[in-house]
């Protein structure tokens, strides 16, 4: 994070020439079915103002998008990892919107366990408060560009919140949104186990889960860890 905008754009740069590197090190790549070499003659054209940081992504973001949906206006990336920089997020990508989704601290620590994401349960807990207060801090300071929408929201009510967040992004809600099955194939590594109920219809069975996955004496010790941010979200019992 101490590298300038030419410096990591000069090092992703290199990174994005070298089918080596991108085999090595990004070994899911293969999943987007497109060309570096592609996005590599991209950034050669690149004019020197414009080679920042954050336009290697928006080349790379936009030569996948020329092949799998022509019609795309913007793009977006779910990384939920990215909740842990966003303060350095924001400045590399000054124009962009930011949607925090936000979940049951329980069912989340519970999912985490589960993938054998976190050891302990303080651990899951942790990363959920940690995760929650960064991302709300962040967004009291871009204010507009930010949004809260609840997991529990967009299970049960999908389509008005669809229809929200589209507003919030400034485009036209298609009620075609709504059928995400028909667009599984073109989402990459949906074979992985944490993807599994993507060819799935918007469900709310995973609502409270963590009651079922999780045993009396961890149920205590995860809505006691969880209390105080629990209650402040409208999530206490």
Sequence with gaps: ??????????????LVGSEMCIRDRCKEFYTWEIDIKDVRKRLENMADSKRTLSNIFDELFCTYAEKHSPKSKIWGD????????????????????FIHIIRDGRDVASSYLKMERYGTILEAANRWINSIELAQSFGSKIKEDYMEIRYEDLV?????????????????????MLDHTKQVGKLGDTDKLHHSNLSKPISSESIGKWKSNLSESDQESITKLLHKHLERLGYAD
């Design 156 to 176: 049960t009510n999908t389509e008005s919140e669809i229809q929200r967040v589209c507003d919030f992004l400034n485009i036209k809600y298609d009620s075609a």
């Design 1 to 14: 994070f101490f590298f300038t905008q030419k410096t990591a754009y000069e090092m992703l740069r290199s």
């Design 78 to 97: 779910k990384t939920p990892m990215n909740t842990l920089y966003l303060d350095w997020l924001g400045p590399v990508f000054p124009q962009s919107k």
